[in-house]
Structures are given as structure tokens and as C-alpha cells.
């Protein structure tokens, strides 16, 4: 969770949901800001799928052609997916839905990823840009993605709680 104000506006107010942090660095998507935008064309079987918000989302700043898809699946195919945790995984969009698994239960598409090189994530959670909280389920594949930051600050409960009623200037405190 990015802590107010982030400087960087790529990260201000964001939910960043980590695929990976290593020694190397740390790759991740951001999961409160959907795109308003509907699939590329070749990824059309795939859209029925889409958890609501049924749009793209922005994962990160970083390589914005790529595509991650991650998903809820039931009876997953091996080599179909990836699994990243606790029953979600990242999943082949280049395959048919029909041969990635029995059946999925929710699908968020996300343009772009958030990166960090060795030791650079490391630095921002030692300088306070980040909170490190644990990820539900339901915050994935929220159906109000643009509130996920403000709901996750509440449910912490708490001084983490107030920070959800920062105002966006703080200086207007």
C-alpha cells in the first residue's frame, strides 16, 4: 500500500499486490486502477470472464504492452498457469479459457506491471512509501477497484485506519 502522498504519481494511493520480491527485485501489479477500457481484440474469449469491473486494468508503469492475467480457477490445467498463491495464479490469455481449467471464477487482466530493481522496493518500505498488509482474496478481483485503497487502510483498523481519510492535498488538512 503506497502511503500518502507517494511522490511518484505512477504509485500515489495505489494497491500493489507483489508476484515476487527477491534479492533481484520485485515485480507486481496495481490493483485499484481499471482502465475503462475492453480487451484487445485477440483476447475477446476471455472477456465473459472478466470480474467487474469487466475492463483492463493498469498494472504498473513498467513495459504497458504486456499483459498479466490473473485468476481464481476451478480444476486448473498443468502448464496452463502459474500458480502465485493460495488457489490464484497467473494464467497463458494466448490459450482458450476452455483449456486453462474446468472453470474460472475470476479473471482480472492488468496492462502493464509495477517494477523494482535490486534493492530499490527495499529502500522505498525503509524511507516509509510503503505499507507491507496482507492481501484477501476479494481485493484482486474487487468490484469497486477505485475504493480498494481507502478499504483495505479501514479494515487494518486502528491508526493504519486513519490514514483512509487522508485528503488527497495534505496541506488542505
Avoid at 511522490?7 to 520485485?26: C, I, K, Q, S
Avoid at 500458480?83 to 472453470?103: E, K, N, R, T
Wanted: proline fraction near 9%; charge should be negative; hydrophobic fraction near 45%.
Amino acid at each position: 500500500m503506497a502511503t500518502p502522498p507517494l511522490a511518484d504519481p505512477n504509485f500515489d494511493r495505489t494497491v500493489v499486490y507483489m508476484l515476487e520480491h527477491t534479492e533481484d527485485g520485485a515485480v507486481g501489479v496495481v490493483l485499484n486502477r481499471p482502465l475503462r477500457e475492453p480487451l484487445p481484440d485477440q483476447l475477446h474469449p476471455w472477456e465473459r470472464l472478466l470480474s467487474e469491473p469487466a475492463t483492463l486494468h493498469h498494472g504498473g508503469p513498467v513495459d504497458e504492452s504486456a499483459l498479466i492475467a490473473l485468476a481464481q480457477l476451478i480444476g486448473p490445467i498443468d502448464g496452463a498457469w502459474s500458480l502465485v498463491a493460495d488457489g490464484l495464479g497467473s494464467i497463458d490469455l494466448m490459450l482458450d479459457p476452455d483449456d486453462v481449467a474446468a472453470s474460472v471464477t475470476a479473471l482480472r487482466v492488468f496492462q502493464g506491471y509495477s517494477g523494482w530493481g535490486p534493492q530499490q522496493l527495499d529502500e522505498e518500505l525503509a524511507a516509509g512509501a510503503w505499507m507491507v498488509l496482507s492481501a484477501e482474496a476479494s481485493d484482486l478481483f474487487s468490484p469497486h477497484p477505485e475504493m480498494l485503497w481507502r478499504y483495505v487502510l479501514r479494515r487494518q483498523g486502528g491508526r493504519v485506519a486513519w490514514l483512509a481519510n487522508a485528503p488527497d492535498d495534505l496541506s488542505a488538512n
